[in-house]
């Protein structure tokens, strides 16, 4: 497995996710963290540090404005 690639790609859309800032909350607590998003579809993907981390606590709200 190659999990290096710097592009990343939507494997749904084959188009390279740009980075997005998101806004995350956690125990009360809110920051900022830079994630995937694909322009197409809209899915987001977490940093892998993220994921493994607290993810099932934080709730994830994408900044549109
Ligand atoms: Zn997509």
């Known amino acids: 497995m190659d999990a290096n690639d710097r592009a990343w790609k939507c494997g749904k859309c ?3 996710l740009t980075g997005k800032k998101a806004s995350f909350s956690y125990l009360g ?3 900022s ?6 322009p197409k ?9 993220l994921a493994e981390g607290k993810m ?7 900044e549109d404005k």
Do not use: S, W, Y
């Open 33 to 38: 963290h830079e994630v995937l998003r694909c």
């Open 41 to 49: 579809c809209g899915k987001v993907f977490i940093p892998k540090e």
């Open 14 to 16: 084959d188009l390279t």
């Open 56 to 62: 099932a606590e934080v709730e994830l709200q994408l």
């Open 29 to 31: 607590h809110t920051f």
